[in-house]
């Protein structure tokens, strides 16, 4: 019988190699994807009880926050919050003269005043003005607080500022501001 396999120092170098790939290729083609798939797993396992843990807490949340809701809602009332005008027109002028204090408190003059078409907002009117006017940084700030503080509210949307640099003047620089107020008041329509 011809002898096909090495002997001697040959062979067993050749059956310590062929050991060695079978084990890689164990090691590698089933050990560390099965290791890769448990560490996945477990992983996965540890982020859905730590959602669970969250959902649970949120559950037992709920009840406070449906008392806390059902207390604001009824400790809350429409004065305060909307115009008590009855047609869009009483509200803009009503919100025009508001303005105006409030400007006139905040030494400003106002350069234009539009009042912009109303539009039903669910329940409200949204009233708008549009305001443009020419002031120093301290005498805007007066008059976002004096906003900040109307009552009704109002809120401030599109404030557009831009200052005209002046050669040697580095405080005080006039701003020319363009802005929309808005109110609203109870209703549907005009």
Do not use: C, K
């Not at 500022?161 to 501001?177: C, E, N, R, T, Y």
Request: no cysteine.
């Amino acid at each position: 019988m011809i002898d096909l396999l090495p002997t001697g120092r040959r062979g067993q170098f050749l059956a310590i190699s062929v050991t060695i790939l079978l084990l890689a290729t164990a090691w590698f083609g089933i050990a560390v994807p099965l290791i890769s798939w448990y560490d996945s797993r477990a992983q996965a396992l540890m982020q859905q009880a730590m959602l669970e843990q969250h959902m649970e807490m949120i559950v037992r949340a709920v009840p406070t926050l449906l008392d806390e809701a059902r207390a604001a809602r009824g400790a809350s009332s429409p004065r305060g919050i909307v115009f008590d005008a009855s047609s869009d027109a009483v509200a803009g002028a009503t919100l025009q003269q508001t303005i105006q204090r409030f400007a006139h408190t905040a030494g400003l003059t106002l350069a234009s005043v539009e009042t912009l078409a109303a539009a039903q907002r669910a329940a409200f009117r949204r009233i708008a003005l549009r305001v443009s006017f020419t002031a120093s940084w301290p005498s805007l700030i007066r008059f976002l607080q004096e906003l900040n503080t109307a009552e009704p509210r109002v809120l401030v949307d599109d404030l557009q500022l831009d200052a005209a640099p002046v050669i040697g003047q580095f405080h005080g620089v006039p701003l020319s501001v363009s802005l929309t107020i808005l109110a609203f008041r109870a209703g549907t329509s005009s």
